[in-house]
């Protein structure tokens, strides 16, 4: 999916063909080298842009690996720094899923454009049981995601991208829950604010869109009573641009 260029701001490394060691940039911390022909194991998040920190990438794999165990599927989540074009990500996304984890798994991979070209393209995979529950819950997800994710142009911040990656654990969390029965749907209220003004112009107008954070409770507690699923067919969406 593209995010539209208006929106508001809103797997460690998986194991190496070769160890990959940590550089220091101009701030002082450590980040690891980019990472181009990763090898899977595991759920987790491939960091080829070289974003996160090693400490940023521990707790990120931590936080995808447990979503993955929650719903006995795997996750992948990979921030590019390499800019393809629509169609190549789409093929790259697919692809690297079924390499993973196999065209019979329940598998999700989730690409990033982090590459800092206009206009960055998104885009979600999925394989097996898990592209039938979620398959109409996508735009969602994205949705969540963007609420954290600068818009294409803007600045790439490691900050933005961890908000995002747990913001998308958490969607995908709750919509497989709401999506099978196991919970309601939790209504949440979009707030227009509106401020008067003398003068001829329209008047400024925001829109104040939050995820409901607190799911995660509700969330856990169903998780240990929840049935696994049988996998199906390859299934392929959404994509998205910012």
Not at 70 to 85: E, P, Q, W
Not at 125 to 137: E, H, K, Q
């Amino acid at each position: 999916m593209k995010r539209i260029i208006s929106l508001a701001v809103a797997f460690s490394l998986f194991t190496c063909t070769a160890a990959c060691d940590d550089v220091y940039n101009n701030e002082g911390y450590s980040r690891p080298e980019p990472v181009t022909e990763p090898e899977y194991e595991e759920s987790g998040i491939i960091d080829e842009k070289g974003l996160f920190t090693s400490a940023d990438l521990e707790m990120l794999n931590d936080e995808i690996s447990d979503c993955a165990d929650s719903l006995d599927v795997n996750i992948m989540v990979y921030v590019a720094g390499t800019k393809r074009s629509d169609d190549d990500t789409e093929k790259f996304t697919d692809d690297k899923c079924i390499e993973a984890f196999g065209a019979d798994s329940d598998s999700i991979m989730l690409y990033l454009d982090a590459s800092g070209i206009r206009t960055a393209y998104d885009y979600i995979s999925m394989n097996g049981n898990i592209a039938d529950i979620l398959s109409f819950s996508t735009d969602d997800i994205f949705d969540d995601i963007y609420n954290y994710l600068p818009a294409s142009g803007e600045a790439i911040i490691e900050e933005n991208y961890i908000d995002a990656i747990e913001a998308f654990c958490d969607s995908v969390n709750y919509h497989y829950l709401v999506n099978t029965g196991e919970i309601e749907e939790t209504t949440t209220t979009t707030t227009i604010t509106t401020t008067t003004t003398t003068a001829k112009t329209a008047p400024p107008k925001t829109t104040a869109r939050s995820t409901d954070n607190d799911k995660t409770k509700e969330i856990e507690r169903v998780l240990e009573e929840k049935d696994e699923g049988t996998p199906v067919a390859f299934f392929s969406s959404c994509k998205n641009c910012r």
